[in-house]
């Protein structure tokens, strides 16, 4: 009956002999592996639930590429998602290598084999660079590498979430630039500036404040303490003052 996978059978108790001692241990046995399987039953059925949730999830991302490959390379997974942002159906790239993505360049350097080793030995790799398109543009992307393994830690292969930021990094080399335009503006003026965090009491200086001051360049923001102490202390009340009523009125001082 166990082979048939019938547990509601259960073996009648006729003596407390030896007999009916077995009889005790095989009832208990089908007990405990009803109770086992029905267990089994729920986590299977848990877990199927759960991957159909990931997958739906998965499916209607339309604004990252989600895509697993094996520990070959391959791609076998495939999103809307990757399709819009890399340009390639399902159909088309199911089955062809994950180099297909990279420029020559980055091959050369080895960036592909680099991010799946530490990839492998951290578990997770993220990584900005370029990615190649099926029409042969690229853009700067943003590419999370996760190692996937299966029982007894056999690697299964990777998932990527791979998302063009080409905008973003646009937005952060020009503000690169007017700080590096405003810096030397201050410099050729003798001007300097800074920045007060009221949340944190303490200054951002700018470059040019610190030679004006005759201090060392340092990374980090100040106390605002440590910057008052640079003023006359004649003048330290009469500031305090304009700063307190700069902060009700919402006005510039």
Not at 5 to 16: L, N, P
Request: cysteine-free; hydrophobic content about 35%; charged content about 30%.
């Amino acid at each position: 009956f166990i082979a048939k996978a019938d547990f509601t059978v259960r073996a009648k108790k006729y003596s407390q002999d030896e007999i009916g001692l077995l009889a005790d241990a095989f009832n208990r046995m089908t007990n405990e592996l009803a109770h086992n399987i029905n267990e089994r039953n729920k986590s299977q059925e848990l877990l199927k639930q759960s991957e159909e949730r990931f997958q739906l999830i998965v499916e209607n991302v339309n604004d990252s590429a989600i895509f697993m490959v094996d520990s070959d390379g391959q791609v076998i997974s495939w999103n809307e998602g990757a399709e819009r942002v890399m340009g390639y159906s399902a159909k088309e790239i199911i089955g062809k290598n994950v180099s297909t993505f990279y420029t020559d360049e980055n091959l050369k350097e080895g960036e592909l084999q680099s991010s799946l080793k530490q990839a492998r030995e951290k578990g997770q790799f993220q990584i900005e660079g370029w990615r190649k398109r099926k029409d042969g543009s690229v853009f700067w992307s943003d590419v999370l590498y996760t190692a996937l393994y299966e029982e007894e830690n056999k690697r299964r292969g990777f998932a990527k979430i791979t998302r063009d930021i080409t905008d973003r990094r646009k937005v952060e080399n020009a503000l690169l630039q007017s700080q590096a335009q405003l810096s030397m503006a201050q410099q050729l003026a003798h001007l300097g500036s800074w920045e007060w965090n009221l949340q944190k009491n303490t200054l951002n200086w700018s470059e040019e404040l610190f030679r004006i001051y005759g201090l060392a360049l340092q990374d980090g923001d100040m106390p605002y303490e440590q910057v008052d102490k640079m003023g006359h202390p004649a003048d330290s009340e009469m500031l305090q003052n304009i700063i307190a009523q700069s902060l009700r009125t919402h006005k510039p001082f």
